[in-house]
């Protein structure tokens, strides 16, 4: 799914889904709010599993940043470059998980 397309009574919306996630809550929010409501299950359901496997994607980057962190010396440059490498992932991720947690919790109104 490169594009998802939220059409609602006044006009629509499509989110560059690589792009748009993972977001920052208040921006998930809005948009989980219309995914819930106006989208219809299938398209829910696609959304999420690739979601999921983005997800998969960042917890596999923090993986292996980790194992090539704790395998260098410590108080290095590089040590220090891979942490920040396996920050930024793990922030990617747990915001992921926070996007997913919304669209699945979501309940659907009309």
């Known amino acids: 799914m490169e594009r998802m397309r939220i059409e609602y009574r006044t006009g629509y919306m499509e ?4 792009a748009f996630f993972p977001c920052k809550m208040p921006a ?5 709010r219309l995914i819930n409501q106006y989208c219809s299950d299938e398209a829910r359901a ?3 599993s690739e979601l999921r496997e983005i997800a998969d994607g ?3 980057l923090c993986g292996m940043y980790k194992e090539i962190e704790e ?4 108080d290095t440059p590089e040590r220090r470059h891979w942490r920040a490498q396996f ?3 793990e922030t990617l991720r747990r915001r992921m998980e926070g996007n997913i947690s919304l ?7 009309g």
């Open 71 to 74: 395998a260098l010396p410590a």
């Open 15 to 18: 989110l560059n889904v690589e």
């Open 87 to 89: 920050n930024k992932a």
């Open 58 to 60: 960042y917890t596999a």
């Open 103 to 109: 669209i699945s919790g979501g309940r659907k109104d």
């Open 28 to 32: 998930m929010r809005k948009a989980a």
């Open 46 to 48: 696609e959304l999420l």
